[in-house]
């Protein structure tokens, strides 16, 4: 049985495998596996790895086919053993699928690794090839094509209601979606536009979503910011009135200002006539309180509201000059100005009404001289403090109380005092708070038989300080 192999078997080489079909009568089947190689010495010496004979085992493919079956029984499957020759060798079957499966193999080439379509018995099988190099041969499998499909479409009705039951859950969860987010956030976006658009009538409400907490909270944050934008709004508003009220208040003190100046055009006009009329009759004192007179309406009536300290000094000792000439030494005046004080801006004619009020009203009604001083500095706020005090016969404390509590009136109500008011104090607080602000202003103190002081406060860099 062997001989003919005997001479196939290569030098060099471990194993070598060969099928065949002429086992005669020695074994149960006449196809077999041979496997041979050769026997080499082993012990030391010159015929050491010397080749002395060979060795085959013969090994039946239906041993070989038992593992195979058992698994592809369970699927009623088929596998089947072909040589290298395309002859079938082994097989399960005894019903005549082998000569079938070898004319198929020859027209198919089922040794190939490619599945193959099969008819036999009325039944369409699925064959599959796997080739065995070192057998020199291959293992075919068949399988009924309904009996693979059966599973198959097990598994088709298993995943297509996984489908169905997935497809509904998703649908649940989109309109649970919809529901909680998508629509209380679409209705967001529309109160949110008509806010845009500033829809007055929608704003009165405030909106009111429904869903998870996330979106409640962020409804509530948004009413709570338009609730402080109406709050900002109605202060803007508030604000914006006030300022406005203010601005209509310092135009009618501009005004009032305006209208106490009596015509000053024309009294300035006549006062440079007395004034060449003195100089012509040679009345010295009288052309000087003409020139020092015409000066200050000269000062009032052009130029800015706001001028140097300075400039508003020398008008004061222009207005000294003409009531000297009248009460002669009856009072004296001391001037303590700071140097850094003198170019502080101050308003106008700010200081002549308070000057006036401390003759006339302290140091005229005195027996004795007197004497007026007027201080000026900065404190550490930077703004102008000013002071005119006087040893004149002062105020009672009721007198003083009332002057106080007049100050402390709006500069609406301090424009037009009501009678037994001092107009100078009224209308030189009244400007200061307009133009500074209600920080700013006119503090009196008196003692009656001592002395009246009056502290003015301005702010160093000018107007519009507020």
Request: glycine content about 8%.
């Amino acid at each position: 049985m062997i001989a003919p192999y005997q001479q196939q078997l290569a030098e060099g080489e471990a194993f070598q495998y060969f099928t065949t079909r002429d086992a005669w009568d020695q074994y149960s089947t006449s196809s077999l596996f041979l496997i041979g190689f050769h026997i080499k010495y082993a012990q030391p010496g010159e015929r050491f790895n010397e080749s002395i004979g060979t060795l085959y085992f013969v090994i039946s493919p239906n041993a070989l086919m038992g593992g195979i079956n058992s698994i592809s029984q369970d699927m009623n499957s088929q596998a089947f053993f072909l040589d290298q020759d395309n002859r079938l060798i082994s097989s399960d079957d005894t019903e005549g699928l082998e000569s079938q499966l070898e004319v198929l193999n020859r027209d198919q080439n089922l040794m190939s690794d490619e599945e193959k379509e099969l008819a036999w018995n009325g039944r369409t099988y699925i064959a599959k090839g796997e080739y065995l190099p070192e057998l020199k041969s291959s293992i075919v499998s068949i399988i009924p094509k309904d009996e693979l499909m059966r599973n198959l479409n097990s598994i088709r009705i298993f995943f297509g209601i996984i489908f169905v039951v997935a497809g509904i859950v998703m649908v649940v969860l989109f309109a649970i979606l919809t529901n909680n987010i998508l629509l209380p956030l679409k209705k967001l976006m529309f109160y949110m536009n008509t806010v845009k658009r500033g829809n007055l009538d929608k704003l009165k409400h405030r909106i009111d979503l429904d869903g998870y907490v996330e979106i409640t909270v962020v409804a509530n944050e948004f009413n709570k910011m338009m609730n402080q934008i109406d709050t900002l709004t109605k202060e803007l508003l508030d604000t914006n009135t006030a300022l406005l009220g203010s601005e209509l208040e310092k135009k009618q003190a501009e005004l009032s200002y305006l209208r106490s100046q009596i015509n000053p055009h024309f009294l300035y006009n006549t006062l440079e006539m007395i004034k060449g009329m003195a100089a012509v009759q040679g009345a010295q004192e009288i052309r000087a309180s003409a020139s020092a007179l015409a000066s200050i309406f000269r000062y009032s009536i052009k130029g800015d509201s706001l001028v140097p300290l300075r400039t508003e000094l020398s008008i004061i000792e222009s207005y000294l000059h003409i009531q000297k000439l009248r009460f002669g030494s009856r009072f004296q005046v001391a001037m303590d100005i700071e140097e850094a004080a003198l170019e502080c801006p101050v308003p106008k004619m700010i200081l002549q009404p308070i000057v006036e009020n401390a003759i006339f009203h302290g140091l005229e009604m005195k027996e004795e001289p007197g004497l007026l001083r007027i201080r000026a500095m900065r404190n550490t706020d930077s703004d102008l403090i000013i002071t005119v005090e006087d040893d004149g016969v002062g105020m009672e404390p009721e007198r003083l109380e009332w002057l106080r509590s007049t100050l402390q009136e709006s500069p609406k109500e301090l424009l037009s005092p009501k009678g037994g008011g001092s107009i100078g104090f009224t209308n030189v607080n009244a400007r200061i708070k307009l133009m500074y602000g209600p920080a700013y202003g006119l503090d009196i103190q008196s003692v009656a038989g001592q002395g009246t002081w009056v502290q003015l406060t301005l702010s160093s860099k000018g107007g519009g300080a507020r």
